[in-house]
């Protein structure tokens, strides 16, 4: 059975900060790795996904990696602004394409 | 514009109680999932439906059973609400693929 785990939990920076979160994966067999945003009380749209054959994807200030052999990625956030402060969630596609398996998420703050 | 609409978004319920809660999708996809979001927990699959009247267990279904037929709307029904069922409930819908996801706005359930 797919885990996934996301380091840190919390995360509380100041504006402009790089800051990178982390999340890793047991079963590397995946189809996609995907991460999402949630603000406080909403749903979660989803920001990027890798693909298994894809080492990175970038959107704007955001970048994200994926090491299947390592069963990791991770999320760089650049220059970061108070706009960015919400939940950050990956989840792990399984290979049929029927489900997601999400991590707990991290609380990012950034502070003015 | 893609919708995902929840029922309600917030619900107090008294114990033993059954509940409802609908989920709807205006986008004609095939797949619909019910999740539970607890602190520390991330999301966690409670059910799933890949086609009408067709479901499949996710990671936690005991205490809830599901309902779906019409394409469009996706029912999660708690038959003896307890407290321990207190949670944000979200609902997300896809096309063939789970990556494709897309979530509704949540149901904040609260049973006292």
């Known amino acids: 059975k797919q885990e996934v785990t996301q380091i840190p939990a919390a995360l509380s920076v100041p504006e402009g900060e790089n800051l990178v979160l982390n999340c890793s994966f047991t079963?590397?067999?995946?189809?996609?790795l995907q991460w999402f945003r949630q603000d406080p009380g909403k749903g979660l749209t989803s920001l990027l996904l890798i693909q298994s054959s894809q080492r990175e994807q970038t959107s704007g200030r955001l970048n994200a990696s994926l090491d299947k052999s390592s069963g990791r990625s991770t999320l760089y956030i650049a220059a970061s602004q108070p706009g960015d402060s919400a939940t950050y969630l990956c989840?792990?596609?399984?290979?049929?394409?029927?489900?997601?398996?999400f991590g707990e998420g991290t609380q990012l703050t950034v502070n003015p | 514009d893609v919708k995902v609409t929840q029922s309600s978004r917030y619900l107090v319920k008294r114990t033993g109680e059954k509940v409802f809660l609908e989920c709807v999708q205006d986008?004609?996809?095939?797949?619909m999932f019910w999740y539970r979001q607890d602190p520390g927990l991330g999301l966690r699959l409670i059910y799933f439906s890949y086609d009408v009247k067709m479901k499949e267990k996710g990671d936690i279904p005991e205490g809830y059973s599901v309902s779906r037929e019409k394409k469009e709307r996706f029912s999660l029904i708690l038959e003896s609400a307890s407290t321990n069922q207190t949670s944000m409930y979200l609902c997300?819908?896809?096309?063939?693929?789970?990556?494709?996801?897309?979530f509704g706005p949540g149901t904040r359930l609260t049973v006292t």
């Open positions: 989840a792990a596609e399984e290979t049929s394409g029927s489900r997601l398996t």
């Open positions: 079963d590397s067999a995946i189809y996609n």
């Open positions: 997300a819908s896809s096309g063939r693929r789970a990556h494709e996801q897309y």
């Open positions: 986008m004609d996809h095939e797949n």
